[in-house]
């Protein structure tokens, strides 16, 4: 499941990076969708509340919550620059760069449609609506194999390193973020909890969809063996 590889000819490459793009949409679109519900953050976000609400820097007072996402970002990248670089791709560097801003974007979009004053059944099918697109966008980014955002590599670095299925590795670290966060001072809602349990096992029912989607892609543009 790496997301980067080696000997690879551009247009190979270039098409790989236009489908982590297209995934990198799609999953932001999931998460503004559920934070737009006003029923807690994905894991992830709670992590970076938390980090925030701890770190009063006053610098941070102009800081807006995607900004906040592309420095956790970085941090987590140097991290995983040390453990093994090879899981480091160009498309980790176009996540961590275009991942926060992309959500800000999707907010100032979406938010005068989707309010917290929606009756509850409509924001919980949202919530679940977006925790399904977001595992569908990120399943989509993984088997493009340009690169993974930084907080999706840990579940896969560490499903690789201990021979375990993606979904449960994925499920373990949205918890250990949320738990993280919670302590420092982010809030933990039942969005939260729907996404650390729904998000890792229905990315691992959708990636064998994205890995033939990626794979009729490549053919098409590129001419290229099917990602493994």
Known sequence: MRAAKTG?????????????????????????????????????????QGLYRALPWPAWAAMTHGRVHLLVSLLILVALVVIDRSY????????????????????????????????????LGLLVAGCLILAFGMTIVIRSQAGTGPNDLVAVVLSDKSGKPFGSVRVGVDLS?????????????????????????????FFPLSQRLCEAALRQFAGASAPQ
């Open 8 to 48: 690879r000819s551009l247009r190979e490459l270039a098409v790989r990076v236009v489908l982590l793009l297209l995934g990198l949409c799609i999953a932001h679109l999931g998460v503004t969708l559920f934070l737009q519900t006003d029923l807690g953050s994905d894991p992830f976000n709670v992590f970076i």
């Open 88 to 123: 480091v791709g160009i498309g980790t560097v176009l996540c961590m760069a275009l991942g926060g801003p992309i959500i800000d974007l999707y907010t100032l979009w979406l938010a005068p449609f989707l309010h917290p004053g929606q009756p509850l059944p409509v924001r």
């Open 177 to 205: 973020f949320a738990a993280i966060g919670f302590l420092l001072g982010g809030v933990v809602g039942v969005g939260t909890l729907v996404c650390a349990f729904l998000v890792g096992p229905a990315a691992q029912r």
